[in-house]
């Protein structure tokens, strides 16, 4: 069998920070000893087994910033996209070059050679 006593004290310095800690708690009045304690089990709970944890609201809190970022970067591609739309609508030589360039379109008297790198 284990003994205790020698495992104990073989471990002393170890546990000299929680035997501290257990300490102070019992040094205190019975009303501040109830109220650390309940505070205590309180951290505990939200912090590992409520349905809205901490964890997972720094998750949360993660995930928000990741879509706002998102958000951010597809306005930025409409607004080019805006931009190239007026300048298609705007210049017939431009939409011909973008024809050309992006669905290889031609006119009747011309060949095209389609280069692969």
């Known amino acids: ?17 929680a035997i501290e800690v257990k300490n ?43 879509l706002q970022s998102e958000v951010k970067r597809y306005e930025s591609e ?3 996209s805006k931009i190239e739309l007026e300048k298609l609508q705007m210049h017939k030589e431009t939409l011909e070059k973008y024809a050309r360039e992006e669905y290889l379109m031609k006119k009747e008297n011309e060949d095209i050679f389609i280069i692969e790198e």
């Open 1 to 17: 069998m284990i003994d205790i006593k020698n495992l104990l004290k073989s471990n002393k310095d170890k546990l000299e920070p």
């Open 24 to 66: 102070k708690v019992m040094s205190l009045n019975p009303i501040n000893r109830f109220l650390t304690i309940g505070l205590s089990v309180f951290v505990v709970y939200m912090t590992f087994f409520d349905d809205d944890n901490f964890i997972r609201r720094i998750r949360l809190w993660h995930e928000i910033n990741r």
């Open 78 to 80: 409409i607004n080019e």
